[in-house]
């Protein structure tokens, strides 16, 4: 089975400072890792992915994550926050191993980020 | 522009009343998906096709059925919707492979009385 856990349901932080919106996982083998993005009324869009090799990923929009296999995490990342960061952040996680399902992506519950002037 | 498209955006209805939700992606791409989303919830599929005529069931198929008939169009339907069925509908279509990423409808939000 595969699963992802999104511990904080809102992350607030001061626009200019760095941010870190958390993502943990459970596969059986080596995971296939996900971040999505959801504006007001939007649909999800891709922000990045962990497939293998290096692992800090860099990303649409200055994000970027970093895959720690040890701590089973993927946590998203940003130097600088601005305010139009300000959404809904959705974790996946796709285990290869995995039979059936097609692409299944399981995703985790989201984190509502707000960044304030 | 690539994209996926869902129609319609808003949807109200009542109870039993039959209904389709189009979904349709330019991307060529063989699977497709579709998935509900609710508070404290995340997202969770409901069917998904991984090509042509092959449609199966995800995590929360009840009460839904899919067809796919031709490879750009998956239409989701709710032959008697009940008020649990509220929730906002997203399709979505990659390519096949697992570590392809997945683009997403703009979602349509149906409310069933």
């Known amino acids: 089975a595969q699963s992802v856990a999104q511990p904080e349901d809102q992350v607030n932080v001061a626009e200019g400072n760095p941010l870190t919106v958390k993502c943990t996982y459970s596969v059986s083998g080596n995971p296939y890792l996900f971040w999505y993005v959801q504006y007001p009324n939007r649909g999800l869009q891709f922000l990045l992915k962990?497939?293998?090799?290096?692992?800090l990923v860099k990303g649409s929009y200055g994000f970027e994550a970093e895959f720690n296999k040890s701590q089973t995490s993927f946590h998203l990342k940003k130097p600088s926050a601005l305010v139009s960061d300000s959404a809904l952040y959705f974790c996946a996680v796709r285990d290869p191993i995995l039979t059936g399902g097609g692409n299944k992506l399981t995703f985790g519950t989201g984190t509502q980020l707000k960044v304030e002037l | 522009e690539a994209q996926v498209t869902q129609n319609p955006r808003y949807l109200i209805t009542v109870t039993g009343k039959k209904l389709t939700v189009t979904c349709s992606q330019n991307m060529n791409h063989e699977y497709m998906s579709w998935y509900r989303q609710d508070p404290g919830l995340g997202l969770r599929q409901i069917y998904y096709s991984m090509n042509v005529e092959v449609t199966d069931k995800g995590d929360v198929p009840e009460g839904y059925k899919v067809s796919r008939k031709e490879k750009r169009n998956f239409p989701l339907i709710l032959e008697s919707p009940s008020p649990n069925q509220t929730s906002l509908y997203f399709c979505a279509s990659s390519r096949q492979g697992e570590a392809y990423e997945q683009y997403f409808g703009p979602g349509t939000r149906l409310t069933v009385t």
């Open positions: 962990y497939i293998t090799g290096d692992n």
